[in-house]
């Protein structure tokens, strides 16, 4: 089973918004980090943005500004509001959760290597695509 499962993907234009959704297979399943993460074609998976279980919010320096990640805690469902979206944004687009009950903190993945992202975001979902075009 898939630990997570994202939806809202889709085909926007340029400028446009549009939401992302990620909701655990377990709908009670609390975890430590959750992040949002994408990989446009032919380059290496990027971090976009993580929320820890204080609820904080971090940001890859390319999104700032421009996306939003939050959390419904009641329905236990992970957001991505992305604004003003270019076609360079064009990507599959992945949820990701670290299952472990301690660890580095969850915005330590920022600019680090795919292996150690995976160190901490161990569960992964199946990614949704999200292409923009002018």
């Known amino acids: 089973q898939v630990p997570l499962v994202e939806s809202g993907g889709g085909s926007v234009h340029t400028g446009a918004s549009h939401g992302l959704s990620c909701t655990p297979s377990?709908?009670?399943?609390?975890?430590?980090?959750m992040g949002w993460f994408r990989q446009i074609s032919g380059k290496e998976r990027e971090g976009l943005a993580v929320?820890?279980?204080?609820?904080?919010?971090t940001y890859a320096d390319s999104v700032k500004g421009r996306f939003t990640v939050s959390k419904d805690n009641v329905k236990n469902i992970l957001h991505l509001q992305m604004n003003n979206l270019q076609p360079g944004d064009t990507a599959m687009y992945y949820c990701?959760?670290?299952?472990?009950?301690?660890?580095?903190?969850?915005?330590?993945?920022?600019?680090?290597?795919?292996?150690?992202?995976?160190?901490?975001?161990?569960?992964w979902g199946q990614g949704t695509q999200v292409t923009v075009s002018s």
């Open positions: 990701a959760a670290d299952d472990a009950i301690a660890g580095p903190g969850c915005e330590t993945i920022f600019g680090k290597r795919s292996d150690y992202v995976t160190l901490i975001y161990s569960l």
């Open positions: 377990e709908h009670s399943k609390r975890y430590r980090c």
């Open positions: 929320y820890d279980a204080d609820g904080r919010a």
